[in-house]
C-alpha cells in the first residue's frame, strides 16, 4: 500500500497494540484551540474534530483521569484538613500526604532504568540541577572545569555558569562548551565528544550532557560517554528532560552519577509540575552513627544541601535539629512535595504503568520512522517543483534519536508556515529562527497524527513559499509533479 495514503496510516493504527493509551488521554479538539475562552463543558471527549497534537516534547497532554485523582486529594484536604498527612482513606487511591513521595518513587524508577531508592521526586528541573552541582561538583586545583554542550538549554547553561561563579573560578576558561565541528550539521558525534573530553580530560570535575537534545532530538550514547568521561575521573550528569518517558534509559547499569529531569513533557505531569533526581547508589550511602568515647559521631553521607523533608521520617518531626540523611535520593529532597503535583505525577504513572518503556520504544520508533518516510517523499517532491522548503536536522539513524524530529526551514517560511499549521489544527512547536519541532508521541499519538501533520505542513510550505515569491507562483504547484498519494489534499 501507498505509504502517503490515508488507508495506509488507517491500517498502521489498527495494527497498533497500544492504539487504546490515546484514548486516557484528553486531545483538545480544534475547537477548544480556536476559541479564546475556557470551555465549562468538563466531557472533554467530544464529537468535534481532534486537533493533530505533536508537542509532547513540550507539554504533553492530560491523562484522562487526572482530574478524578485531583479532585481526590482536593476532596481530601477540604474534608480532612491536617489528617490528609497521616491517615489512609479507604475509598482514595492517593497515598497519605507524608508518603506521597514514596509512593511515586517506584513507578519512576522503572521509567528511568534505577533501584527505587536512587529516585527522588522533588523541586524542578533547573533546582534539582543546581542542589546536584551542590553535591557533585567540587573543583579542585587540579580539577575544576566543567564540560557541557554549546547549544545546552539556556536553563543549564545558566546553571552551570552561576555555579563555577558560586565556586569564585573564571566562566571562560571554566566552562568547556562542545560545539559541533561544522556549522552546517549541529549533531554531536560521540567520537566528537570524546575528543573534547580528551582535550581536557585531566583538568575537568564534571561533564553535564542532554539525554536527548532538545532542538535537534538528538539522543546521546549515554552508556559509552558515561563510561569514558568516568574512566578519566570525571563525574557525569544528564539532563533527560527530554529523554524520560521518550526512550528506554538503564541509569542504574550505566552507572550514572545523576540525573535530573521534568515531568511535563513526555511524563504528561501538567506544566511546571514537579522535577525527578536520580542519585546512583553508591553516592546515596549512609555510614550508621559509630558510638565513640565521646558520644555518638555523626553519619557519614556525601555533603549536600539539606532540607527537613532529606531527613529520615523518624527525625522529622522529632526536631532535634540533628539531620539524618534517608539513604539514597530520597535523603537529597529539601522540602516537603507539592502534593497536587505529585497527585498528577501518580495519574500519569498509572497510564505508564500498563506499558513498558520498551514496548513504548517499539510503537515509537515505527511512528517517527512514518514521520520520516513522507517527509522524505515531501522532499523529493519538492525537489522536483521550486526546491524543498526545509531539511531534516535530527539523526536520520533510529538509535541516535527519540520521537522528536526537528526540521529546518529555509529562511522566512518559518511564521507563514506556523499560521498555517496552527489555522489547520496541527500543533508543533517552533525554536526561532527556522526550525520546527514534531515529536509524535507514543501513548497518545496515532499513525493518522502523522499523516495529518504532513499534509497540513506540505500545503503550508506550498503557502509559505508563494508568499515569500511575489509573483505568487508556487512552482509546487505548478510542476504536475506531485506525488499521486497525495493528490486528495489538494
Ligand atoms: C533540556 C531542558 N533543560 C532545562 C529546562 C528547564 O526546566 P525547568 O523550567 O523545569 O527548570 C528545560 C525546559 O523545557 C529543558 O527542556
Same mark, same amino acid.
Given at each position: 500500500?501507498?505509504?502517503? =495514503?490515508? +488507508?495506509? #496510516?488507517?491500517? *498502521?493504527?489498527?495494527?497498533?497494540? %497500544?492504539?487504546?493509551?490515546?484514548?486516557? !488521554?484528553?486531545? &483538545?479538539?480544534?475547537?477548544?484551540?480556536?476559541?479564546?475562552?475556557?470551555?465549562?463543558?468538563?466531557?472533554?471527549?467530544?464529537?468535534?474534530?481532534?486537533?493533530?497534537?505533536?508537542?509532547?516534547?513540550?507539554?504533553?497532554?492530560?491523562?484522562?483521569?487526572?482530574?478524578?485523582?485531583?479532585?481526590?486529594?482536593?476532596?481530601?484536604?477540604?474534608?480532612?484538613?491536617?489528617?490528609?498527612?497521616?491517615?489512609?482513606?479507604?475509598?482514595?487511591?492517593?497515598?497519605?500526604?507524608?508518603?506521597?513521595?514514596?509512593?511515586?518513587?517506584?513507578?519512576?524508577?522503572?521509567?528511568?532504568?534505577?533501584? =527505587?531508592? +536512587?529516585? #527522588?521526586?522533588? *523541586?524542578?528541573?533547573?533546582?534539582? %540541577?543546581?542542589?546536584?552541582?551542590?553535591? !557533585?561538583?567540587? &573543583?579542585?586545583?587540579?580539577?575544576?572545569?566543567?564540560?557541557?554542550?554549546?547549544?545546552?538549554?539556556?536553563?543549564?547553561?545558566?546553571?552551570?555558569?552561576?555555579?563555577?561563579?558560586?565556586?569564585?573560578?573564571?566562566?571562560?576558561?571554566?566552562?568547556?562548551?562542545?560545539?559541533?565541528?561544522?556549522?552546517?550539521?549541529?549533531?554531536?558525534?560521540?567520537?566528537?565528544?570524546?575528543?573534547?573530553?580528551?582535550?581536557?580530560?585531566?583538568?575537568?570535575?564534571?561533564?553535564?550532557?542532554?539525554?536527548?537534545?532538545?532542538?535537534?532530538?538528538?539522543?546521546?550514547?549515554?552508556?559509552?560517554?558515561?563510561?569514558?568521561?568516568?574512566?578519566?575521573?570525571?563525574?557525569?550528569?544528564?539532563? %533527560?528532560?527530554?529523554?524520560?518517558?521518550?526512550?528506554?534509559?538503564?541509569?542504574?547499569?550505566?552507572?550514572?552519577?545523576?540525573?535530573?529531569?521534568?515531568?511535563?513533557?513526555?511524563?504528561?505531569?501538567?506544566?511546571?509540575?514537579?522535577?525527578?533526581?536520580?542519585?546512583?547508589?553508591?553516592?546515596?550511602?549512609?555510614?550508621?552513627?559509630?558510638?565513640?568515647?565521646?558520644?555518638?559521631?555523626?553519619?557519614?553521607?556525601?555533603?549536600?544541601?539539606?532540607?527537613?523533608?532529606?531527613?529520615?521520617?523518624?527525625?522529622?518531626?522529632?526536631?532535634?535539629?540533628?539531620?539524618?540523611?534517608?539513604?539514597?535520593?530520597?535523603?537529597?529532597?529539601?522540602?516537603?512535595?507539592?502534593?497536587?503535583?505529585?497527585?498528577?505525577?501518580?495519574?500519569?504513572?498509572?497510564?505508564?504503568?500498563?506499558?513498558?518503556?520498551?514496548?513504548?520504544?517499539?510503537?515509537?520508533?515505527?511512528?517517527?520512522?512514518?514521520?520520516?518516510?513522507?517527509?522524505?517523499?515531501?522532499?523529493?517532491?519538492?525537489?522536483?517543483?521550486?526546491?524543498?522548503?526545509?531539511?531534516?536536522?535530527?539523526?536520520?539513524?533510529?538509535?541516535?534519536?527519540?520521537?522528536?524530529?526537528?526540521?529546518?526551514?529555509?529562511?522566512?517560511?518559518?511564521?507563514?508556515?506556523?499560521?498555517?499549521?496552527?489555522?489547520?489544527?496541527?500543533?508543533?512547536?517552533?525554536?526561532?529562527?527556522?526550525?520546527?519541532?514534531?515529536?509524535?508521541?507514543?501513548?497518545?499519538?496515532?499513525?493518522?497524527?502523522?499523516?495529518?501533520?504532513?499534509?497540513?505542513?506540505?500545503?503550508?510550505?506550498?503557502?509559505?513559499?508563494?508568499?515569500?515569491?511575489?509573483?505568487?507562483?508556487?512552482?509546487?504547484?505548478?510542476?504536475?509533479?506531485?506525488?499521486?498519494?497525495?493528490?486528495?489534499?489538494?
Amino acid at each position: 500500500m501507498d505509504i502517503n =495514503s490515508r +488507508e495506509h #496510516a488507517k491500517q *498502521q493504527d489498527e495494527q497498533d497494540p %497500544l492504539r487504546h493509551f490515546r484514548r486516557q !488521554f484528553i486531545i &483538545p479538539s480544534q475547537a477548544d484551540l480556536a476559541r479564546k475562552t475556557l470551555k465549562h463543558d468538563t466531557n472533554h471527549h467530544n464529537q468535534n474534530e481532534e486537533s493533530t497534537y505533536l508537542c509532547g516534547n513540550s507539554l504533553g497532554l492530560q491523562p484522562a483521569h487526572t482530574r478524578t485523582y485531583l479532585e481526590r486529594y482536593l476532596d481530601t484536604w477540604a474534608s480532612k484538613g491536617v489528617y490528609g498527612h497521616f491517615k489512609p482513606i479507604d475509598d482514595s487511591n492517593l497515598a497519605p500526604w507524608m508518603n506521597v513521595d514514596d509512593d511515586v518513587v517506584e513507578d519512576m524508577a522503572k521509567i528511568v532504568g534505577a533501584k =527505587s531508592s +536512587e529516585v #527522588a521526586i522533588m *523541586q524542578t528541573l533547573t533546582m534539582n %540541577l543546581h542542589l546536584m552541582m551542590l553535591a !557533585f561538583f567540587k &573543583p579542585t586545583k587540579q580539577r575544576w572545569k566543567i564540560i557541557l554542550e554549546g547549544k545546552a538549554f539556556p536553563s543549564d547553561h545558566y546553571a552551570v555558569e552561576s555555579q563555577l561563579r558560586h565556586h569564585g573560578l573564571d566562566v571562560d576558561e571554566s566552562m568547556i562548551l562542545i560545539e559541533p565541528p561544522s556549522k552546517d550539521n549541529p549533531i554531536l558525534s560521540t567520537e566528537h565528544i570524546l575528543s573534547i573530553i580528551d582535550e581536557h580530560a585531566s583538568e575537568t570535575a564534571l561533564l553535564l550532557l542532554p539525554g536527548v537534545q532538545f532542538y535537534t532530538g538528538q539522543l546521546f550514547d549515554m552508556n559509552s560517554i558515561t563510561a569514558y568521561a568516568q574512566s578519566k575521573g570525571i563525574t557525569v550528569g544528564w539532563d %533527560l528532560a527530554h529523554a524520560v518517558g521518550n526512550v528506554p534509559l538503564q541509569l542504574h547499569d550505566w552507572n550514572v552519577d545523576f540525573a535530573v529531569w521534568c515531568t511535563y513533557k513526555y511524563m504528561n505531569c501538567g506544566p511546571g509540575s514537579i522535577g525527578g533526581c536520580f542519585v546512583h547508589e553508591r553516592h546515596g550511602r549512609v555510614s550508621p552513627r559509630a558510638v565513640g568515647a565521646d558520644g555518638e559521631d555523626p553519619a557519614e553521607y556525601r555533603p549536600r544541601m539539606a532540607g527537613w523533608w532529606g531527613s529520615s521520617k523518624s527525625s522529622r518531626f522529632a526536631m532535634t535539629n540533628r539531620f539524618e540523611p534517608i539513604p539514597g535520593a530520597a535523603g537529597f529532597q529539601i522540602s516537603n512535595p507539592s502534593v497536587a503535583d505529585i497527585t498528577s505525577v501518580r495519574a500519569s504513572l498509572d497510564v505508564f504503568k500498563q506499558t513498558s518503556m520498551e514496548e513504548l520504544r517499539q510503537k515509537s520508533l515505527k511512528l517517527t520512522q512514518y514521520l520520516e518516510d513522507l517527509l522524505a517523499g515531501l522532499t523529493l517532491e519538492q525537489e522536483n517543483g521550486s526546491g524543498a522548503c526545509f531539511s531534516t536536522i535530527t539523526p536520520a539513524d533510529p538509535a541516535q534519536r527519540g520521537a522528536q524530529l526537528s526540521v529546518l526551514l529555509k529562511p522566512g517560511l518559518l511564521d507563514s508556515v506556523m499560521d498555517s499549521l496552527e489555522e489547520d489544527g496541527v500543533v508543533v512547536d517552533e525554536r526561532r529562527p527556522d526550525v520546527i519541532r514534531i515529536a509524535p508521541a507514543p501513548l497518545y499519538n496515532s499513525f493518522m497524527d502523522v499523516f495529518n501533520f504532513v499534509r497540513a505542513f506540505r500545503q503550508a510550505c506550498e503557502k509559505a513559499t508563494a508568499i515569500s515569491k511575489p509573483q505568487g507562483h508556487s512552482a509546487m504547484v505548478n510542476t504536475g509533479k506531485e506525488n499521486k498519494g497525495w493528490s486528495e489534499v489538494k
